[in-house]
């Protein structure tokens, strides 16, 4: 990871360098603006690596907290297809417990977890993505009342 880090920082600060140089030493208003596209989508691309490692990172810490705790989803016994995913009806009921357990407190970054990850099971990504989003939210929330507290 650390190498392929260096070398996003190697061809990004390259692209800035190249865009600079043609913005700097062209008098051609084409390659002017050909420089001024390359730096800023370099800075775009800088962005979006930047949002993915910290979203991955965010993931990390609210997976270790629900490891910690032990609100991990148990799938071991429910019906599996030969791929490792859950069968339909399996990932249904699940469903329908976790969510039960949200309604009851919807306002918990463990609910909220548990939810998300019920939502990737039954294979509705962009949902468990949004939920996953509330439940990092809340436990960053959580942990900064805790930092508060005296």
Known sequence: MFLAAAGLLVAFGYLIFLGWSMLA???HLAM??????IILLTAVGA???????RNGFQLQRISAAAAAEGIELD?????????GRLRHEAADV????VSAEYQASPEDWRTNYR????YDHA???????????VAMD????ERAAQGSRP
């Open 115 to 118: 939810l998300a990850r019920a």
């Open 94 to 97: 699940l469903f329908d417990q």
């Open 25 to 27: 030493t062209s008098e």
């Open 138 to 141: 809340l436990l960053e929330a």
């Open 123 to 133: 294979g509705d990504r962009l949902r468990a993505r949004e939920v996953m989003r």
């Open 47 to 53: 962005w979006a690596t930047w949002a993915i490692l």
């Open 75 to 83: 799938i071991s016994d429910l019906d599996h297809r030969p791929s």
């Open 32 to 37: 002017q603006g050909l420089g001024v596209g």
